[in-house]
């Protein structure tokens, strides 16, 4: 006989899995949803069904360990990065992963989401960095996942899609609603010529009205990014110019290209630019400067 607060969670994954299909978050029977029962049992939906049609009978119960202890079908293959999650964040009840296509798009690219943009999501999220490839339903993935996970509540897994985690199912599934929503406005501005960044004085306003609003933060902001850790991020790293007379800076990419007059067609939109204002180019992309350079030299 399950528990009021388990109807609850089972009622929850089945809205959670909904919405996602609904928004296309995610396609036929990707993507997956967990949440803690007690200090021994998690429920998870389970593996190749569409989980824009689920119903609660079907969830399954497994331990920490992910053995199956109750539930006529089985549990998705990556539940693993789901237990990985759980064993790093004790603050979190619950993990939501699925494909929302602009966001994996920049998954796939290799953009991650740092750059301080969106006063909201600088309050609720922070920074989303890409975990590294792994095979999915394999101990890649988690491995990948482990770095992040304690400071961060959501990440893009590269070439695969998003994963976040929250005190429930639902604030769970909001946090992807987030990303994919960031992801849209991120792509649009990169389109219409280039994103105006968000102090990093103000980041640090922002950053202090989390207390205000309820809303715990997993790390604190990088001063520093080299002291992010390597292993294990202990801090966020956010993309967040210097500038105490301004709130908003111009991209320093965009200004790099817009003062290159001709040759700024030879940097691509993606150029690295590191904070301190370093540029770094491909040799493909040094060599096609050079030679548009050389060309309108000789006309």
Same mark, same amino acid.
């Given at each position: 006989?399950?528990?009021?607060?388990?109807?609850?969670?089972?009622? +929850?994954?089945?809205?959670?899995?909904?919405?996602?299909?609904?928004?296309?978050?995610?396609?036929?029977?990707?993507?997956?949803?967990?949440?803690?029962?007690?200090? /021994?049992?998690?429920?998870?939906?389970?593996?190749?069904?569409?989980?824009?049609?689920?119903?609660?009978?079907?969830?399954?119960?497994?331990? #920490?360990?992910?053995?199956?202890?109750?539930?006529?079908? +089985?549990?998705?293959?990556?539940?693993?990065?789901?237990?990985?999650?759980? /064993?790093?964040?004790?603050?979190?009840?619950?993990?939501?992963?699925?494909?929302?296509? @602009?966001?994996?798009?920049?998954? &796939?690219?290799?953009?991650?989401?740092?750059? $301080?943009?969106?006063?909201?999501?600088?309050?609720?999220?922070?920074?989303?960095?890409?975990?590294?490839?792994?095979?999915?339903?394999?101990?890649?993935?988690?491995?990948?996942?482990?770095?992040?996970?304690?400071?961060?509540?959501?990440?893009?897994?590269?070439?695969?899609?998003?994963?976040?985690?929250?005190?429930?199912?639902?604030?769970?599934?909001?946090?992807?609603?987030?990303?994919?929503?960031?992801?849209?406005?991120?792509?649009?501005?990169?389109?219409?010529?280039?994103?105006?960044?968000?102090?990093?004085?103000?980041?640090?306003?922002?950053?202090?009205?989390?207390?205000?609003?309820?809303?715990?933060?997993? $790390?604190?902001?990088?001063? +520093?990014?080299?002291?992010?850790?390597? +292993?294990?991020? &202990?801090?966020?790293?956010?993309?967040?110019?210097?500038?105490?007379?301004?709130?908003?800076?111009?991209?320093?990419?965009?200004?790099?290209?817009?003062?290159?007059?001709?040759?700024?067609?030879?940097?691509?939109?993606? @150029?690295? &630019?590191? /904070?301190?204002?370093?540029?770094?180019?491909? #040799?493909?992309?040094?060599?096609?400067?050079?030679?548009?350079?050389?060309?309108?030299?000789?006309?």
């Amino acid at each position: 006989m399950t528990s009021r607060a388990e109807e609850q969670i089972r009622a +929850d994954i089945v809205e959670a899995g909904r919405r996602l299909y609904a928004r296309a978050y995610i396609a036929s029977s990707d993507g997956n949803i967990s949440a803690r029962l007690d200090d /021994r049992r998690l429920i998870a939906t389970p593996k190749s069904v569409c989980k824009g049609f689920m119903t609660p009978d079907m969830m399954v119960i497994v331990d #920490y360990d992910g053995h199956k202890l109750a539930g006529e079908r +089985d549990p998705s293959t990556e539940l693993p990065m789901h237990l990985e999650i759980y /064993r790093n964040r004790p603050d979190a009840n619950a993990v939501v992963h699925a494909h929302p296509p @602009v966001a994996t798009g920049f998954a &796939v690219a290799g953009i991650p989401l740092t750059r $301080a943009v969106l006063a909201e999501v600088i309050t609720t999220l922070g920074s989303i960095p890409i975990a590294a490839y792994g095979t999915p339903s394999t101990s890649e993935l988690p491995e990948a996942v482990r770095k992040y996970i304690k400071a961060h509540d959501g990440m893009l897994l590269a070439n695969h899609g998003a994963v976040t985690c929250g005190r429930d199912v639902l604030g769970a599934y909001y946090k992807m609603e987030t990303i994919e929503h960031f992801a849209k406005i991120s792509l649009v501005a990169r389109l219409l010529g280039g994103e105006h960044l968000i102090s990093r004085e103000e980041v640090e306003r922002l950053q202090g009205l989390r207390g205000i609003y309820g809303i715990p933060a997993p $790390a604190p902001l990088c001063a +520093d990014p080299s002291d992010a850790g390597t +292993d294990q991020v &202990v801090c966020q790293v956010l993309e967040a110019p210097e500038s105490p007379a301004q709130r908003l800076v111009p991209d320093v990419s965009l200004a790099l290209r817009q003062a290159l007059g001709p040759h700024r067609a030879s940097l691509r939109d993606g @150029v690295e &630019v590191s /904070r301190d204002g370093e540029i770094r180019l491909t #040799y493909g992309e040094l060599t096609a400067l050079i030679a548009d350079a050389v060309k309108t030299l000789k006309d």
